[in-house]
């Protein structure tokens, strides 16, 4: 999807276009997770953010190398900090 332009409203409000919200799955009235990463503001709606709890459980699950809950948070410090 091409940038698209919106405006910031005096009182903070931002609006996201209607093809924005489409194309990734943005309800009106839904809840979403806004976080700055590197300087930029991201986006996910709560669905999102859960698939990608489960995609990682079912990774250390799976019997991957290093599979302990020791280790599963050792990596999500080292993506807490890399994403610092």
Do not use: C, W, Y
Request: charged share 30%.
């Amino acid at each position: 999807m091409a940038a698209v332009t919106t405006k910031m409203s005096e009182n903070g409000r931002l609006t996201i276009p209607a093809s924005v919200r489409a194309a990734v799955g943005l309800e009106r009235g839904g809840d979403v997770i806004v976080e700055v990463v590197d300087g930029e503001l991201h986006v996910r709606t709560v669905a999102q953010a859960m698939e990608r709890a489960r995609s990682i459980a079912l990774k250390i699950i799976a019997g991957r190398p290093g599979g302990t809950v020791k280790d599963f948070i050792s990596e999500r410090r080292r993506d807490a900090d890399r994403d610092a």
